[in-house]
């Protein structure tokens, strides 16, 4: 998630990393400044292979769309859930999963 946020980040923006705990969960966010993903396309950039720009396709195998479908898939897989939220060129991806309890 931080290097989607970097690669499409405005230049000279800041990215913005928070972690927070409330009750039985963390919680990670991570926002940046950019072009917005619009509101019927942000639960689609989970999908595997899906880009939201088609026009931006680097050539490399390090950029086939599967990176948030690959962190979707183990955010779950800890009974985790992930989210995007767009808007006025501000985006932020929110990632929560469970704390470990120890025994």
Known sequence: ???????????????????SESGGSVCTAISNRG???PAELQARVFDRFYRVDT??????????GL???????IVEAHKGRIA???????TTFTMTLPKLMSS
């Open 35 to 37: 072009t917005t993903i």
């Open 55 to 64: 026009a931006r396709r680097e050539g490399t195998t390090m950029n086939a």
């Open 84 to 90: 995007c939220e767009s808007a006025e060129g501000h």
């Open 1 to 19: 998630m931080v290097s989607n946020a970097v690669r499409y980040a405005e230049e000279g923006s800041t990215i913005s990393v928070e972690i």
């Open 67 to 73: 990176g948030m479908a690959i962190t979707r898939s």
